[in-house]
């Protein structure tokens, strides 16, 4: 896909422009972004292409041409990102692209097995937007969460797997022995197997002020935002691996990058807690948690309390990111399989869940330790499992050719053996 020189004009207000730079950051595509409310030059570009009016957001791409309020869809359209499958029926569908999800495709495709990858984001999920991966097997000198994405999807393409991205899945079903995955353009897509492979997101804080200030001043993404604090200050919530290793990766922008950690030390490996405790840039507040988030069309201050006193206290970063745990992506499957009480996949020895033909593996997964090498050995340990999965419904009917797949919610599904 191209993206050479895109320049984005918008408010720090504009919904859409806020969406716009979630989409681009999930696709990691590199952009400029220019506040027109402080910039007169930007302001002006924006009237002049708008025939006087004022549109947010304004998108200039280096062929020249402009795109005003686009959608996500035709965003991906005018980036070349693929958001729709080649054909109605596949043999595998894995819902995530991260390390479970890409790890499982290659395994199953080296097996014969046609395999489609929806991805709701941009592919290599949370490994891809992480700065450094640094316990990757293989890796001595560490590997970058982009080129680690990318050599993980260039080897499952390497062995046939299709990928969709900036597609997501909505829900997923059984026709008989026949499984069914839906997406938000309202497609539907047959298959015989289904791997859950979508991963987690952040946690956030659920304190006043939150919602209002995402995307205008806290963030949950440091490689995507962390750029927008050159020279300035910001706060970073969590004690864990993530907070660490994102307030490191903060320092090449922000001139001070201050921890609020709950505990009365940093969960962190020793590894990550050596690096965060060498940097002189970085400040660890132990014992303190954020109440309150205030500001006016922006964050402007954060309001500290003592876990032990009470005591409360105001500080005034430029940006907060926080990094306070994770949430499995496991909304649009709930009351379709088993979960535990946290929202995490349950499944069996072989990371089959309590529906028959739908799997799970990685970080959406009960018992997962949220780490990329793990997830990358669970995908393959899912892959083993589906393909035992296929065998006695691949010897009990004929292979399919395209013109039949595409017919196959009108065919009688294939008992699958005792």
Not at 224 to 233: A, R
Request: charged share 25%; net charge negative.
């Amino acid at each position: 896909m191209s993206s050479d020189t895109i320049t984005m004009y918008g408010t720090i207000w504009c919904g859409d422009c806020k969406r716009a730079k979630k989409f681009l950051g999930e696709q990691r595509i590199p952009y400029d972004y220019v506040d027109v409310e402080q910039d007169a030059a930007g302001l002006a570009f924006i009237e002049e292409v708008n025939a006087g009016k004022q549109i947010v957001p304004t998108i200039l791409f280096g062929d020249g041409s402009v795109l005003v309020e686009p959608s996500n869809t035709e965003l991906a359209a005018k980036l070349g990102v693929r958001t729709a499958a080649k054909r109605a029926f596949y043999d595998l569908i894995v819902i995530g692209s991260g390390p479970a999800g890409l790890t499982a495709a290659l395994y199953a495709a080296r097996e014969g097995i046609e395999t489609l990858v929806l991805e709701r984001g941009g592919v290599g999920g949370q490994a891809a937007i992480t700065e450094r991966l640094d316990n990757f097997p293989g890796f001595p000198e560490g590997v970058s969460g982009a080129e680690f994405a990318d050599r993980l999807r260039a080897q499952a393409e390497r062995f046939g797997v299709e990928i969709v991205s900036a597609q997501e899945a909505t829900s997923i079903s059984r026709d008989g022995d026949y499984c069914v995955v839906r997406t938000a353009d309202g497609s539907e897509y047959g298959c015989w197997a289904i791997l859950l492979a979508t991963g987690s997101t952040y946690r956030r804080l659920g304190v006043p002020g939150e919602e209002d200030f995402i995307g205008a001043g806290v963030h949950f993404c440091a490689t995507c935002d962390g750029p927008f604090y050159k020279g300035k200050e910001v706060l970073v919530v969590g004690g864990g691996n993530s907070a660490g290793e994102e307030s490191i990766f903060l320092t090449r922008f922000a001139d001070k990058v201050t921890i609020a950690v709950r505990g009365d030390r940093m969960k962190a490996s020793q590894v990550v807690r050596e690096s965060v405790e060498d940097d002189p840039k970085i400040e660890v507040l132990t014992g303190v948690s954020v109440a309150e988030l205030r500001g006016d069309s922006r964050l402007r201050s954060v309001v500290l309390e003592n876990a032990r006193t009470g005591e409360r206290r105001e500080i005034a970063p430029a940006g907060v990111f926080v990094f306070v745990g994770l949430t499995p992506n496991t909304g649009f499957v709930q009351g379709i399989v088993a979960m535990d009480e946290r929202g995490f996949v349950v499944t069996d020895a072989g990371l089959m869940t309590s529906a028959p033909g739908v799997f799970a593996a990685g970080d959406c997964r009960a018992g997962s330790t949220n780490q990329a090498a793990s997830a990358a050995g669970e995908g393959a340990a899912a892959a083993l499992s589906i393909r035992r999965y296929l065998e006695p419904l691949a010897s009990g009917m004929p292979r399919r050719t395209p013109a039949e797949a595409e017919m196959v919610t009108s065919v009688e599904p294939v008992p699958v053996p005792a």
